[in-house]
């Protein structure tokens, strides 16, 4: 049985090849029967955000990312995980954000992706700026209450 | 001397990204620490008006207000996380 | 605000291209905030399977992957939605299934998903036969319990 | 005469991917049909000794037991699905 292992954790600007990661995990596998990915993509808020600025913690977001991996690679018995943060500035139809996760079977794949995801948005040093079409800056996003909640269903 | 370091508007707010300083001894842990640098300049009182939506890390690991700093290389200070 | 729309369903023998299709769903758009693609591999099964082979009824399988899909796209308000089931000799390693969904959100895209993959396996008309590394026929694999009761989370 | 197909297991056991058939006025339900059919030989008899398991669609679309085949022009028998 091949270990479990956090493939990749990585914070950078440019963007990510999901092809390319998705085949870095599953390449000369043969006990990996599903790999879900989440992609997160910076939306235009109806045509008034002309971009995203992404700040995060140098060393501390890579350290954080890397603990969350590990908890869900245990906890679901994955088999590979992915996880890329993007920094800088972001603009609208751009990704922000990839998590992968393979599993023997689906639903651990699933819930591998949606945990890292969900831990990821309340734990992560990443901080979001919102840059208006008009110009002006729209001021630091709000840490949404809805996100907190999201982490109750993994207790 | 202990490396403080600022992220999103407490970083703003406080005008700087980073700084060295002296902890008094009496500051043992996190909460002392917010209470102090809100007595160093308007700038740390309006970035810490609310100390308790300040999230801290020491040694860039997530900790609660209660925690003793002692032994804190470096301590960051910011908003709640807004990523992913 | 743009239709939600069923951009593709296909059954087909080829492989597929994940980038290529994420994309063929996300192109010029700037309300999705969130994409989850489900990747279903075949396994080896410690070895002992050397090929699936895909069994499917045609226009059938279509229909019922449309008519779980449009499901989907109705309860999760989805933004687009993928289906690409192969069929044929597939190779341990390779890919079997394709589900894409995207959202404005990440709880959305997740469900929309899982929501596919949990209906297609029960009710698009696709039958595994296994074959073993040793030459014989490891017979037709047979439908899980797991699979039925993974659908009773949806209720 | 009514088009039947037959997939997977159910079209090895039976031997043929798919037929037209004449099916007698007395048949009315699906489960009639599988009834029907069972007595059609020992192939048939095979392929449909547990008429419980066989899943059975009507022009495309599934159906249960107790549906009636009145102007289906194809009917599908085959096993629970294992795709995805």
Redesign the interface.
């Known amino acids: 049985m091949p270990e479990a292992v956090i493939s990749t954790i990585r914070v950078q600007t440019e963007d990510f090849?999901?092809?390319a990661e998705?085949a870095a995990l599953?390449a000369?596998?043969?006990?990996?029967?599903?790999?879900?990915?989440?992609?997160?993509?910076?939306?235009?808020e109806?045509?008034a955000l002309s971009a995203l600025e992404?700040?995060?913690?140098p060393?501390?977001a890579e350290?954080?990312m890397r603990r969350i991996g590990g908890i869900a690679v245990e906890r679901f018995s994955l088999l590979g995980l992915t996880a890329i943060?993007r920094y800088g500035k972001i603009l609208?139809?751009e990704n922000?954000?990839l998590v992968i996760a393979a599993a023997?079977h689906?639903?651990a794949?699933?819930d591998g992706?949606?945990f890292v995801?969900d831990f990821?948005?309340?734990?992560?040093?990443?901080?979001?700026?919102e840059h208006a079409v008009d110009g002006t800056e729209g001021g630091?996003?709000?840490?949404k209450d809805a996100?907190g909640e999201?982490q109750d269903k993994w207790r | 001397m202990t490396k403080l370091v600022y992220f999103a508007w407490v970083r703003e707010r406080i005008g700087k990204p980073e700084e060295e300083l002296e902890i008094p001894p009496n500051v043992v842990t996190v909460r002392d620490l917010l209470n102090h640098l809100k007595t160093l300049g308007e700038e740390y009182e309006n970035a810490l008006q609310y100390p308790e939506v300040i999230r801290v890390a020491l040694n860039q690991e997530h900790v609660e207000h209660s925690e003793a700093i002692a032994g804190a290389r470096e301590i960051g200070l910011f908003p709640p996380m807004t990523g992913g």
């Open positions: 090849e999901l092809q998705v599953t000369g596998r043969h006990d990996i029967g599903a790999v879900v990915s989440f992609s997160g993509l910076c939306r235009d109806q045509g992404l700040e995060h913690y060393g501390m350290a954080e943060h609208p139809g922000i954000v023997p689906r639903q794949a699933f992706a949606n995801m990821l948005k309340t734990s992560a040093p990443f901080w979001k700026k630091w996003v709000s840490a996100d999201a």
